[in-house]
């Protein structure tokens, strides 16, 4: 038999196989168990029901166990088509319900989401490990993987194979069976931590607030806090008073702003101690998954955690993801410690009596910063609208990348808050992808933001199609007559999000598994990181800062004052990022026995020298990046390690223009667009002309000239 009969025998076994899946389904109304019909795929999310994701999940389970077993049986020789390829698309229905049942997670966590998700966790871990520890899979792969440059395959799916032999293996498919059901074992408990963890986080922030009953005691704060507060207690039934949580739209004003000494410490202390004690202690939870990645390791054959994971990526060594926090921490706790005079003097200066703790960094920089740039936020905000920035959002990337986005208002959303996009190529108009957002806090949504898509780019079942993207903020909502008006910290948020959606919108990756952001964790920042340049940049600034009631732009000396104090309170901001990223690398590094989670949070906080004034911007009980799962564990310093690459790449587009349309077309064909179709650094080369320079972190945070 012909190659070409036998790839078209093994597509036709695959496509009954996922005829006969659907038919082992429960529920033929399953919106999961079909293919979506609607516009580009778009998730029909008003006929998907809580009930619909677990009969769901197990019809993929079963669906991709069969196709397992059409690779497995195949008699032919094992190659790209025969093997890869199915790979690609194991699962469509798994496919279907697990992008959006992460995304509820997430976003949509409601009390009956999450007790579902409780049963349906242990099923995708399930589904995980039935690819990733199946033998004969491996060996399947392992074939392929070694005749790899005798096959005639192009360098991208060379790459597409490489990736696959690696990532089966670090996921222990070449372990004897004893270490499998170790691991199986391990994961599992893993798994069911990374649930409790989140539960705990969730509730434990839900059920916090802090209530005023003295209309004085807000003194300082911006009304539109104010107003939130008001329309807060409302809500709890508390007419005539102010609640304040510790959502950020809620805690980061009192921190900045409220003159009441005793409310920023009632907020910040309740912020730093939350999930510490309780019914949602979290340190029982952190102690047993610091074990637990500990022998993980020893069963992966590693010394430690923090060994197995950097050994993935670009850094390769816990030492050298160490050796360059601490080139970047040492001269940020320097700058920190002329902050904190400066801050310490305003307080002496007022007979505040009290030597600066870390409650009063927000507030007492907040003045340093009016005192040195004569600026204000609250005199800003009113410029930043969430439409206004939006405008700005999407103005730099048609200017740059050629893209623009149409809403649709008649796309389907899972909540009407949520707006979603039509991204076209500006010039033609051509789809390029779906983009989904989801700006403001509730209660069954988790901190934070961050940016994630229902569907990649890439080769499916049916052809080729295009990505749909999301981003999720917690940004203020609008109260009253005033719009969400956003800080400027929000701002960078927005930026930065939207650069990672940009490398998924963009990406013309041809597989699936090197599409988009499917790359090296400590690379993947960089795209999100460079686009944060855009959001203050005085030629951008003067076409969407809007003043939201009168409608002026914002003035050349506010737009001044912006950016002669961007480089401002970097020692603090530096400080708490590389202090957090190195007590993340010493969890990793722990046998895991004896722990005491606080003991041990002093213990690093005292070795690498932090500040008092400053702690680490996530203590470990709401530590979600790497507690709540394994994504950022053991790889918090990709975020500075990134920011090398950023800073370095962006001083390029400083040299050109920040507009520069030969610039900007070289990052978006070499960076955005190419995902991992090439190891990262010799793309990052391409691009910038050069090895990357460590040196341009330090000027852009103002620690060198």
């Known amino acids: 038999m012909k190659k070409t009969d036998l790839l078209k025998l093994t597509w036709l076994l695959l496509s009954c196989l996922f005829t006969t899946s659907i038919a082992m389904a429960d529920d033929s109304n399953n919106p999961f168990l079909k293919p979506y019909s609607g516009k580009y795929q778009i998730p029909p999310f008003n006929e998907i029901k809580t009930s619909d994701f677990i009969p769901a999940i197990k019809a993929g389970i079963e669906e991709q166990k069969q196709n397992i077993w059409a690779i497995c049986v195949n008699r032919a020789v094992p190659d790209f088509d025969n093997t890869i390829l199915p790979l690609e698309n194991l699962s469509p229905i798994l496919d279907r319900v697990a992008s959006v049942f992460y995304h509820y997670d997430g976003a949509m966590s409601t009390d009956e989401f999450a007790q579902m998700a409780e049963e349906a966790i ?60 170790e691991l199986i074992r391990v994961n599992d408990e893993l798994s069911k931590l990374f649930i409790q963890y989140n539960k705990n986080l969730l509730n434990a ?107 993935r990526v670009m850094a390769g060594t816990p030492e050298a993801a160490t050796n360059l926090l601490l080139q970047v921490f040492e001269p940020a706790v320097n700058r920190s410690a002329e902050e904190v005079a400066d801050m310490q003097a305003i307080i002496d200066a007022e007979g505040g009596n009290f030597k600066l703790q870390p409650w009063d960094y927000y507030y007492y920089a907040e003045k340093v910063k009016k005192q040195k740039y004569d600026l204000d936020e609250s005199e800003v905000r009113p410029y930043f609208s969430l439409e206004n920035v939006l405008n700005g959002l999407f103005t730099a990337a048609e200017r740059l990348y050629g893209i623009k986005m149409v809403e649709m208002p008649d796309a389907p959303k899972y909540m009407d808050e949520v707006t979603v996009y039509d991204v076209v190529d500006s ?37 080729n199609r295009r990505p749909i993207v999301y981003n999720v903020g917690n940004f203020t909502r609008p109260a009253g007559d005033t719009p969400a008006l956003l800080t400027i910290d929000e701002v960078e948020t927005t930026f930065h999000e939207f650069g990672h959606a940009l490398q998924s919108i963009l990406s013309r990756a041809p597989y699936r598994s090197i599409a988009g952001t499917n790359v090296d964790r400590d690379y993947v920042e960089m795209c999100s990181q460079i686009n944060e340049h855009w959001a203050f940049a005085p030629e951008l600034l003067k076409t969407y800062a809007k003043h939201y009631k009168t409608g002026e732009t914002i003035p050349d000396d506010l737009i001044n004052k912006l950016n002669n104090a961007s480089k401002f309170n970097q020692g603090f901001i530096t400080t708490e990022l590389a202090g957090a990223a190195l007590l993340d690398l010493e969890w990793g590094q722990t046998d895991g026995s004896n722990i005491n989670v606080p003991e041990f949070e002093a213990t690093v906080a005292e070795k690498i020298g932090m500040p008092k004034e400053i702690t680490f911007r996530y203590r470990s009980p709401y530590f979600k990046h790497i507690f709540g799962d394994d994504g950022y564990a053991s790889g918090y310093y990709t975020y500075l390690w990134s920011q090398v690459l950023e800073a370095d790449a962006f001083e390029l587009f400083e040299q050109n223009g920040i507009f520069d349309p030969k610039t900007a077309n070289s990052f978006k064909t070499i960076i955005l667009e190419s995902g991992d179709t090439e190891d990262p650094m010799v793309l990052f080369e391409r691009f910038r002309g050069h090895k990357p320079d460590a040196h341009a972190l330090l000027r852009l945070r103002g620690f060198e000239d």
């Open 122 to 181: 242990p099923l995708l871990n399930e589904a995980a490990n039935q690819v990733n520890l199946n033998e004969e899979l491996f060996n399947k792969i392992k074939a392929v993987y070694d005749r790899r440059n005798e096959m005639g395959l192009s360098p991208v799916q060379i790459r597409v194979v490489e990736k696959y032999y690696r990532e089966f293996a670090e996921q222990g498919a070449a372990l004897p069976e004893d270490k499998k059901k």
């Open 205 to 311: 922030t839900n059920s916090f607030f802090v209530t005023v009953y003295d209309e004085n005691d807000l003194e300082g704060l911006p009304e539109s806090s104010v107003n939130t507060a008001a329309e807060e207690a409302k809500a709890r039934g508390l007419d005539g008073l102010w609640v304040f949580t510790l959502h950020a739209p809620s805690r980061l004003p009192v921190l900045q702003s409220a003159k009441n000494r005793g409310l920023r410490e009632a907020i910040y202390k309740g912020y730093t101690t939350l999930a510490s004690y309780g019914d949602y202690n979290n340190y029982p939870i952190i102690e047993k998954i610091v074990a637990l990645r500990a022998e993980k390791a020893k069963i992966m054959g590693f010394d430690n955690f923090a060994q197995m994971m950097t050994s």
């Open 427 to 463: 010039k033609t108009g051509e789809h390029v992808a779906v983009f989904m957002t989801d700006y403001f806090p509730r209660a069954s949504k988790r901190q934070g933001a961050w940016m994630d898509q229902l569907q990649s780019a890439g080769l499916y079942e049916d052809g």
